[in-house]
DNA sequence: CTGTTAGCGCCTTCAA
DNA sequence: TTGAAGGCGCTAACAG
């Protein structure tokens, strides 16, 4: 059935050693043999074996990824990087889904090992210690996108950037009493806390502007839009209401809206509102918000990992990515009062 | 460096073939070996390699999903459904993502082969005839889920029935001026074609109603949200315009929204509009809409593909899944006027 | 019940 | 330049 590498051997009336060196590129064939290989390969229409190819290389020619990818649509896109960029080469990518803290862990355990994968990218998760010794000695190279760790090469965008564009967006559209809500800060996921960089990015801002702090304005608690919606609530309830907040993410920002909404508050002419991640429903809402590069972290996670490969990263690389601030309709200069 | 069976085989004081027949549950080992084995292997922390046993095996292990799974996030959902079913068996999955007729043919040509893959599920594609009979040639079963083939075992949502459910429920409403907006029902892509069948649901509806077929209340166009704009413009600017618009897609359905929005239309107590897919923004706009099952329609495809595998399907089964009205806030009953 | 042996298809020395 | 032979780690007869 399966016609293997000694059928064409046969047909091309060589050595199987040849019809091998044909297909690896290997100088070592004069053009005569290797063009009558070729003919046989064609006429046959060969593909070599991946399966064979691995055991006999040693390698699984697999770049796994582990990734909360169903339940965080910004994975997709990071996915989408990294296939891109394993298209052109024998790598197939395995992803690994991850939506509990027992599939993460099994997924630790079983994923970075050498003859299940040459490489691991992992997304979004910062290893604690424990995973951290274990990834270490795996075998294979791991590499981080989306999260930061001392120990690995990693990918992320600058959120404190991202944190400081929205809060002097809103200084120079003259508001001085900007809240920030976002999640806490350090979370049992062990996710790098990317708000509570965005958070110093937003004190950054307000410090350049000489706009002082208010700890009253910075509420954190669980994610989610709901959550949100309290904590804006509790916000705007304030005796001296913060004309402008800056969320951590969007979907807290949608709860920022409908609080305001509630409230009777205009967005933008009583409120300006800056979200962060620039999903698709953004768009729909024309929230201005801060757009990472997804894709192109994806990418760049693959290539660093082709480098590992070749053995060309000795030491841990940090990669860090800019950010982009979107500027949509739900911010606004601050009404004269 | 790794350790294999060789190494469990001494250190159990057995042969290899023994520790094999332990890892794979054989029953022709006594209790007391098998018992020695499973501590050699636990204590060397011992893990078959999944490439050798595949060569070994002739099979893969792996069944390849080939889905626009970046351009359409319903994709994501049955990926899922099809990621779990395969989780707790030996099976890998790949996804191979499809957004250009380039890769989607390449797709088709490179990887439903036996030494690739033990089988292919096909996401939202509609093979041709060409593609049918390579398809069918290929060596490895081929399922196909959101797509219909009389070729080929499929799962596929009732798309006939939801769109009888979207009309219903307008006529329910008391609506009887009803538009239909979808996209052209053959496209280069070789869809199967959902708004097709959305809009026979959609005649059958106002049939069983006795409502009449009025043909200048139905356009098609390019899939996206602005050429739905533009269609639903032209619709309401009839001398005697719909009171409500079914659009085939939710992406249509807001093009609808912001066109009715444009006309100073009020939804819905102007005009009813419901879309079709429940997208994530469909919750946001409260969108009144037609769900489908995703998940379950990948786990099902899997569940196919196992049957497919253990040669219990001789026959080509179609399957079909149920749809679910989702009734929010845009549409409404209609006003007497 | 258990050990030995022969592959699975390919790559890679080692000789020729 | 080319061919023959061994081996990657595992499974599956085939003896014992």
Redesign the interface.
């Known amino acids: 059935?399966?016609t293997t590498i000694r059928d064409v051997a046969a047909k091309a009336g060589v050595g199987l050693a040849t019809v091998s060196r044909v297909l690896n590129n290997s100088p070592l064939v004069s053009q005569p043999t290797r063009e009558r290989v070729q003919a046989a390969i064609a006429e046959l229409n060969f593909?070599p074996?991946?399966?064979?190819r691995?055991?006999s290389l040693g390698k699984?020619l697999t770049i796994a990824v582990i990734a909360p990818?169903?339940t965080r649509?910004s994975s997709?896109?990071r996915?989408?990087g990294i296939?891109q960029t394993l298209l052109d080469t024998p790598y197939?990518?395995?992803?690994v889904?991850v939506e509990t803290v027992e599939r993460r862990d099994r997924s630790f355990r079983e994923i970075p090992?050498?003859?299940?994968a040459d490489g691991v990218i992992i997304i979004s998760f910062t290893p604690n210690d424990a995973q951290t010794k274990s990834l270490l000695t795996c075998?294979v190279p791991v590499i981080l996108v989306d999260a930061r760790h001392p120990a690995f090469t990693s990918v992320m965008e600058d959120s404190v950037r991202g944190g400081y564009l929205a809060t002097q967006h809103l200084i120079q559209l003259g508001h001085q009493r900007i809240g920030y809500i976002s999640d806490v800060f350090e979370d049992p996921y062990n996710f790098t806390s990317r708000s509570r960089y965005r958070f110093d990015g937003y004190r950054e801002a307000l410090e350049a502007a000489g706009v002082p702090f208010r700890p009253e304005y910075c509420v954190q608690g669980e994610h989610g839009r709901e959550q949100a919606y309290q904590m804006a609530t509790q916000l705007l309830n304030l005796p001296e209401r913060p004309t402008a907040i800056f969320a951590a993410s969007d979907t807290q920002a949608?709860g920022v809206l409908e609080a305001a909404r509630s409230l009777g508050l205009q967005v933008p002419s009583d409120l300006s509102v800056v979200g962060y991640d620039d999903i698709?429903?953004a768009g729909?809402?024309n929230l201005t918000t801060i757009r990472q590069l997804l894709f192109a972290s994806g990418k760049r996670g693959a290539e660093l990992m082709f480098e590992a490969l070749d053995g060309n990263l000795t030491e841990p690389v940090d990669e860090t990515l800019p950010v982009e601030m979107i500027v949509r309709g739900t911010t606004a200069r601050l009404n004269a009062n």
Chains 1, 2 share one sequence.
């Open positions: 059935m399966a593909t074996n991946p399966t064979a691995r055991l699984t990818w169903f649509p997709v896109e996915l989408r296939e197939d990518m395995i992803v889904n090992r050498p003859d299940r075998g949608l698709e429903v729909y809402l």
